[in-house]
């Protein structure tokens, strides 16, 4: 399954963005669709997940409060709503996307995702 991301940019700190998420085929009600980013030296890190089948959204600590991750069922899209943005969000966001509901404890693990999008680059300047 291909994953086409967008909404990527360029922002001052305490601005926002919308991330989109379109996978290429429908995604069905058992599945976990998720985000997460790596910035330049370091590992690909949790932002976001949502397990469909209960309509659970988990975060990052470091995003709690501040990103919203949503589904739009009819357009097939997921979003997230990035919320007063801070220079340490500053990565390449994935979308990704895995054919089963997960257990929470591996939301996490970008190893439990089977397909995963090209990313969108997000810089947040001081």
């Known amino acids: 399954v291909q994953l086409q991301a967008s909404g990527g940019g360029w922002v001052q700190t305490g601005g926002y963005l919308r991330l989109s998420c379109v996978p290429e085929t429908r995604t069905s009600r058992s599945s976990t669709m998720g985000w997460f980013r790596q910035a330049p030296g370091k590992e690909r890190e949790f932002v976001a997940a949502?397990?469909?089948?209960?309509?659970?959204?988990h975060y990052a600590d470091s995003v709690k409060g501040r990103f919203i991750i949503s589904r739009d069922n009819a357009e097939n899209t997921l979003f997230l709503q990035m919320n007063d943005l801070k220079p340490e969000d500053t990565a390449v966001y994935y979308c990704?996307?895995?054919?089963?509901?997960?257990?929470?404890?591996?939301?996490?693990?970008?190893?439990?995702?089977?397909?995963w999008g090209q990313g969108t680059q997000v810089t947040v300047s001081s």
């Open positions: 990704a996307l895995t054919k089963s509901t997960l257990i929470v404890s591996n939301l996490y693990n970008p190893d439990a995702y089977h397909y």
């Open positions: 949502t397990r469909l089948y209960y309509g659970s959204r």
